[in-house]
């Protein structure tokens, strides 16, 4: 590991003196580094599915055997009930969880982000400041009474309380995203729309929908991700049915033996989702994570 | 609605008084009108519940012990603040928080600067660096704990064997270095995002300045110093700001690698245990509170930041 921290503090010096007449040879060269760097932060990942193809007794030998035959044994026995619980039922929890609070998320924040860019509402400033406060409350700290009122209205262990937690947790990125996205619509193409008669919900459904279509793919894409993400909420307020991906897969915290490749299976499939989601929204992630403060 | 109402809107606001401001008003209403579903959804799943974690931080309140439910004035905070265990979560939520933070930061930043110049193969490499990011948490933090750290049979003692022979040696790396295991893991998932941001940085830089730099005969090093670096600030502030709000929360690495033992437990864990294991939900709450004031120190930097690069953007 120390190798991955030690290794780039060598290139801003270098980047610095080189002299220009040797610039092609260390542009070279960093590209060289960029290339390890870049190998080395994704090398646990590799590993994690690679010995997710290895049988047990392969995946946990000391030296690592690279090339030791794949097999999907990992996967049979984290997809079988024979070691332990099936992950169906939390892998569609998760599923549900994750897709509907992001449509709800949606259905909200699209609104919202109107009211604050295309015909804003005065102070619109203050608004959306307030929408970002509410995301740096720490989750722990409501986590309580939310524990209360869920047992005082039977709603623990219920797939919908996760819903409608997930949503106010992602509400605030999809304004602030959604804002961003609306406020490119330029405003002559609204104008020249309305003095053609065309009606409000006309003008949204035909020509600011379709404008801002990308915009909405990258929010729901990262609002998906945080709701697969979650653990706390659903750790504390979900037992046996709601339970989701990540709280089943805190069953793996304990060793059980030869279990490597079973582990990495699981997290392997419990981060596929995660994965495909985040490579399509490549291009927008970095606006996502900065709450839209960054194009 | 807001169709029938939007000329009259907009012919009131030059007008003031009489007519024209009940006319105002209504049309103010129907802008606000898309923006109430969500702000109210959000204030009642989001505010209330700590309105009654403030309520309940000043209660004596064990779920064990339901018949002595009663007024405790500042008791909870009192003990949370004299017990022990506290205030070690304090410090380690202090200690987890800046170490993955900077050290992602610094990381992220040279990573940035390799990235921002052409190179074979550039687009590979950016994918493979935003890939750590991608893995669930938890499962990352298994990976960390099984596949990587284990003594038996990690990746890192097995590179040991394979380089150093049979006689290499095979550190237990948890039971070691306790924390650093958990920061090592998150500054893995983490310094793809710094790299993010402040790769959106440079690349958002002015091009015809740095070129005229470089005419002007300004060095590499000149160029970054006094160019690239203050511009850049404010992404370094974003991402560290942003990156300490989600660290300060971290559950997940906690949990999942040393499941809050070899005093590694940060506030959240200890939060979570005193509430889920103790059930002492005074305590909890208050140490709740505490965890939100820390918070709210770091979100109004955080908030202010924001603000600049928002109003900057705005202003363009």
Redesign the interface.
Known sequence: MTATIDAPPATPSRLATAPPPQRNRSGALLGVVAWIVGLLFVAPVLWMLLTSFHNENDAATNPPSLFAPLSLEGYANFFGTSTGASPWPPLLNSITASVLSTALVLVLAIPAAYALSIRPVRKWTDVMFFFLSTKMLPVVAGLLPVYLIAQGIGMLDNIWLLVILYTSMNLPIAVWMMRSFLAEVPGEVLEAASLDGCSLPRTLRTIVIPMVLPGIAATSLICFIFSWNELLFARVLTATVAQTAPVFLTSFVTSQGLFLAKVCAAAVVVSLPVLIAGFAAQDKLVQGLSLGAIK | M??AL?PQAKSSTGKAGGNGEAVRQVG?WA?????L???I??II?????????LV?SFMDWNAYYPDDRGFAGFDNFARVLTDVNTRDSIINTIVLTVSVVL?SLV?GL??A???D?Q????G?????????????????A???????Y?P??G?????L??VFGEGAPQPDWISTWPMSSIV?SL??QW???MM??I???LQ?KPHDVMEAAKIDGC???QT?RYMTFPHLRQ?LE?GGL?GS?YI??N??AV??IT?GGLGTAN??FT??QT??NAQD?GR??AA??I??IG??I??TL??RT??S??RE?AGR
């Not at chain 2, 799943?45 to 974690?53: A, D, S």
């Not at chain 2, 190179?119 to 550039?122: E, I, K, P, S, W």
């Not at chain 2, 994918?127 to 948490?137: A, D, H, N, R």
């Open positions: 807001s169709t939007e103010d802008r606000r009108a898309p923006l579903p969500a702000l959804f959000l799943v989001t505010q209330l519940p700590f309105v009654g974690t309940i050290i990381l040279l990573i600067l390799l990235l110049r190179f074979l193969g550039r590979a490499v950016r994918t493979m660096m935003i890939t750590p990011f991608l893995v669930v948490p938890v499962a990352a298994l990976v960390w704990k099984h596949a990587l284990n038996e049979y990746l890192f003692n097995g590179l064997t394979a090592v500054v893995w310094t793809p995002f993010l941001i790769l959106a940085g958002s060095s590499n090093w970054f992404y974003l942003l709000i300060v929360q559950f997940d949990f999942t499941s506030l959240p939060i979570y509430f889920y939900y909890s709450s709740g509170v965890v939100v918070t709210i770091i979100a955080a908030l924001v603000s690069l928002f953007e």
